[in-house]
Nanobody, 121 residues
Framework: QLQASGGGLVQAGGSLRLSCAAS????????MGWFRQAPGKERAFVAG????????YSADFAKGRFTISRDNSKNAAYLQMKSLKPEDTAVYYC????????????????WGQGTQVTVSS
């Protein structure tokens, strides 16, 4: 199971750190990813990290502003977001995949419940 947290209301230009807590012994073997879904839009890939944390990859809109990380000793993954914009407003989901460098929703087997991020202008 995955549990996302850390969302909230922030002004444009601000920062937030999302957390994803995982239960189960196999967390460290999974690629972890973050997706987001804005109102009226499709769920979109944000960033992913390999099982070891040695490789990260992200969508173009996230590059330079969002950083994904993980701590396998805590069964947790994180998404540090800075320079937030109103268009970053969305529900953010963490997800786990057995596929390296997964980016498609269909490649992720486990999903958290989502955490709302609202960026005011």
């Amino acid at each position: 199971q995955l549990q996302a947290s850390g969302g909230g209301l922030v002004q444009a230009g601000g920062s937030l750190r999302l957390s994803c807590a995982a239960s189960g012994r196999t967390f460290s073997s999974y690629t972890m990813g973050w997706f987001r879904q804005a109102p009226g839009k499709e769920r979109a890939f944000v960033a992913g990290i390999s099982w070891s944390g040695g490789n990260t990859y992200s969508a173009d809109f996230a590059k330079g502003r969002f950083t994904i990380s993980r701590d396998n000793s805590k069964n947790a993954a994180y998404l540090q977001m800075k320079s937030l914009k109103p268009e970053d407003t969305a529900v953010y989901y963490c997800a786990g995949s057995a596929i390296p460098f997964a980016t498609l929703q269909s490649q992720f087997d486990y999903w958290g419940q989502g955490t709302q991020v609202t960026v005011s202008s």
